[in-house]
């Protein structure tokens, strides 16, 4: 008799309603189907896989015990989410996570009823979270209300401000909080999973608000010994005094990978009445996966793979990533001054600072995922004259602008931005796109703002930034590999708001600013080629602009082009605004400000993003012949 062949779990589940109708008793099975299903996609598409596979067994037993999407299911970050995406109808599309069209790498809105909430940024879930809760409320509403977050996400400032109103408020909302780094928890095991299940069980708080109202009615002192006593005993045996005390009822810890834990304790929250419970969970990232169980980062994020041996494929590298020649240029700087520190929030190796973390550890400050304190930190360093350098990545610091401009920029302290990913990224997309730092530094009284063309103008700004002490100066830096350019072994600080130009013309100036240069030179070329003769100028500085060699390419030429990696309202603003002061337009000067888009661009290869925004050679010679066109039809006129 021939053995019928194994119809896999995963196959018969196309949302979380097919999900809910199998027994518990499937569920470890689909688990592990789950987690082979996330580790071919990611092979194939490259992306985020150690989080996710540390949450495979808690998505399941989410979308089995929960009502979702009725009730709410916020993933903070979302890099953790592809499972999720792959139980909740996006399993035909998972392989284009990434890709350009495909899915996002994180949660989104638009995507999916699933995704109540988009992010890609971390410590957002709790407020968001709240704010369904009290809606729901509001409107009557009886659904549940889990945000999910790690603990990294918990070291940021928000996290404890949701917390704290959420307590205070005592809405329904469930938090759970997935351990998988900090070893915050004591072990976890049989008795506490015992525990777990027994506090957060109707009978246990039957008994608890029981005790309570008793011990309301006895003297005063009587009553805070025993709610001492009650918060002792329970803080002694699972922890979570702390959660207690901003008005949490604290579950845990329990083992994220034991479904026999995991589902008696989310169906005892899912069925409380009362306020805000927090639940906390302990998993592994990379679980599942030998090859990322044995990095040191658990495959955080991953380029594509092959799934059994876990080997990257690593393109070739022509050329050092912009990164790492920031990292060796500002250790480079460091030997020879012992007042430069670095300071990054929760991206040592995402900034270059790994490096300098390993020669200067003592200088060395890396503050978790608190942008905002980074910042002020950074500030209160420079009050004491050392040189704190602030590698954030540009998306990031918007997270502290309110410290960069009062606790930095008022003061005119000279605390220094290297801003990482400036300008498009990618297949992170818009979340992590660079667009908006120029617009908003530059518009700062006393701000200095450069950016770099390649390697070498990075390394020489690294010593600028250095030698600065006057107040805040911020570089920025784009993702990836530079151009190949002979990097010098040491920075020459540069003179503050000076320009230079690269190749000399008559009629056409295209003023670049950042990377773009490269395809300003290349748009040189081919206008050249059409008889338009055409100077390239690589401003250097955003602010303060250059002024004698902006007002000379304006009287010299016929058409004035910026170009930039940023958004409207930028460095070609900046240059219009001096253009109209001057009088320079009304000599018929024809400008364009080359930009990013006045849109939120969708994930792509960075160079199809760049097309896309008119930002190569070809789009830089099509506004020229516009402009040409333009001019020609007037004068005819």
Not at 192 to 221: D, N
Not at 248 to 259: E, M, Q
Not at 358 to 379: L, M, Y
């Amino acid at each position: 008799m021939t053995q019928r062949p194994h119809t896999p779990i995963l196959d018969r589940v196309a949302t979380p309603e097919d999900l809910r109708k199998l027994p518990d008793a499937d569920l470890r099975q689909l688990a592990e189907e789950l987690r082979q299903e996330t580790i071919s996609a990611v092979s194939v598409t490259g992306g985020h896989l150690g989080a996710g596979l540390g949450v495979v067994e808690l998505t399941v037993a989410l979308h089995h015990v929960f009502d979702t999407p009725r009730d709410r299911l916020i993933w903070d970050v979302g890099h953790q989410a592809y499972p999720h995406k792959i139980l909740t109808g996006r399993r035909e599309r998972i392989r284009t996570l990434r890709q350009p069209g495909g899915l996002s790498g994180f949660t989104r809105r638009s995507e999916s009823a699933y995704d109540p909430f988009g992010a890609a940024h971390s410590s957002t879930s709790i407020s968001a979270g709240l704010g369904m809760a009290v809606a729901r409320d509001l409107a009557g509403g009886g659904n549940n209300v889990i945000a999910v977050i790690g603990d990294g996400a918990m070291s940021a400032g928000m996290a404890y401000e949701a917390m704290n109103n959420a307590g205070a408020l005592g809405s329904r909302l469930i938090v759970i909080l997935n351990d998988n780094d900090m070893s915050i928890a004591p072990p976890v095991g049989a008795m506490s999973a015992y525990l777990a299940r027994l506090v957060s069980g109707r009978t246990y708080r039957s008994i608890r608000e029981i005790a309570k109202q008793l011990a309301e009615r006895l003297p005063r002192f009587f009553h805070d010994k025993a709610k001492r006593t009650e918060e002792y005993a329970r803080g002694f045996w699972t922890g979570g005094t702390l959660f207690e005390e901003l008005g949490f009822y604290y579950v845990g810890p329990i083992d994220g990978h034991n479904l026999d834990h995991l589902l008696p304790v989310l169906r005892n929250v899912r069925d409380a009445s009362q306020g805000p419970i927090l639940v906390h969970v302990v998993t592994q990232k990379g679980k599942g996966y030998a090859p990322a169980e044995a990095t040191a980062d658990k495959y955080h994020a991953v380029v594509k793979f092959d799934p059994v041996t876990g080997q990257q494929a690593k393109a070739p590298a022509n050329a050092p990533s912009y990164t790492s020649v920031f990292g060796n240029a500002l250790i480079k700087a460091a030997r020879e001054d012992d007042r430069i520190v670095a300071v990054t929030a929760a991206m040592p190796s995402g900034t270059g600072i790994d490096a300098f973390g390993k020669e200067f550890p003592a200088r060395t400050f890396d503050v978790g995922i608190a942008e905002q304190h980074a910042v002020t930190f950074a500030a209160g360093l420079a009050t004491e004259g050392y040189k704190p350098f602030c590698a954030i990545y540009s998306t990031f610091l918007q997270r502290a602008y309110d410290q960069v401009v009062h606790d930095v920029a008022i003061q005119k302290l000279p605390v220094r931005f290297a801003l990482d990913r400036a300008g498009l990224v990618g297949a992170d997309g818009a979340t992590h796109a660079g667009a908006f730092d120029i617009a908003y530094l530059a518009c700062l009284p006393e701000m200095v703002v450069m950016a770099a063309a390649d390697e070498a103008e990075l390394t020489h700004m690294v010593a600028t930034a250095a030698a600065f002490d006057e107040g805040p100066i911020a570089f920025r830096y784009p993702r990836g590999e530079g151009v190949g350019v002979e990097i010098p072994d040491v920075g020459v600080p540069l003179e503050i708001g000076r320009g230079r130009i690269v190749r000399e013309g008559t009629r056409v100036a295209l003023l670049s600013l950042g990377t773009r240069l490269t395809e300003c030179l290349l748009a040189a070329e081919q206008l050249g080629q059409r008889g338009l003769s055409t100077t390239v100028a690589d401003a250097r500085f955003a602010k303060p602009l250059d002024e004698a060699l902006i007002l000379r390419l304006a009287r010299e030429h016929e058409i004035l082009v910026t170009v930039e990696e940023g958004s409207i309202g930028g460095f070609g603003a900046h240059v219009l605004h001096l253009l109209a002061r001057s009088g320079a337009l009304d000599r018929g000067l024809k400008v364009r400000t080359l930009t990013l888009p006045d849109l939120y661009q969708e994930h792509d290869k960075p160079e199809a993003m760049y097309a896309a925004a008119g930002l190569d050679a070809a789009g830089i010679v099509r506004s020229v012949e516009a402009a040409l066109g333009a001019a020609t039809a007037v004068r005819r006129a």
